[in-house]
């Protein structure tokens, strides 16, 4: 079993920054093996579905991220201390959502996991980002 908690999330101007981070435990935090795994953070505004804002791989590499935020947003992975993060910076008004983290085991990152919630085996319980303009 894999637990993932988010943080970070808060009520910022646009233009500000904003770190999220998802700490991993269970499984991998006792020494299972981890980098075969895809890590993602979504996003999802009342009524709406949830979108893929990045990936990355178990090992912290080959991240990616989905095209539409403009190189705003980075993703990054700590295996260290097993805490997923998104870095976003000049942060928009739209980017106003609750954010999600989301790990998938025993595969790498493809494409597909920046359009298909449901590859995910585990999520976390989300962290509210509002921008006000």
């Known amino acids: 079993q894999v637990q993932l908690v988010e943080s970070g999330g808060a009520t910022v101007q646009a233009g500000d920054s904003l770190r999220l981070s998802c700490t991993i435990s269970?499984?991998?935090?006792?020494?299972?093996?981890?980098?075969?795994?895809?890590l993602a953070w979504f996003r999802q505004v009342p009524g709406k579905k949830r979108d893929g804002v990045a990936y990355?791989?178990?090992?912290?590499?080959?991240?990616v991220h989905a095209s539409n935020l403009e190189g705003r947003f980075t993703i990054s992975f700590d295996r260290a201390e097993n805490v997923l993060y998104l870095q976003m910076d000049n942060l928009r008004p739209e980017d106003t959502a609750m954010y999600y983290c989301?790990?998938?085991?025993?595969?790498?990152?493809?494409?597909?996991?920046?359009?298909?919630?449901?590859?995910?085996?585990?999520w976390g319980q989300g962290t509210q980002v509002t921008v006000s303009s």
């Open positions: 989301a790990a998938q085991g025993d595969t790498y990152c493809f494409q597909r996991h920046l359009a298909k919630d449901s590859l995910y085996d585990y």
């Open positions: 990355i791989d178990g090992d912290g590499e080959r991240p």
């Open positions: 269970g499984a991998i935090a006792t020494g299972y093996v981890a980098t075969y795994m895809c």
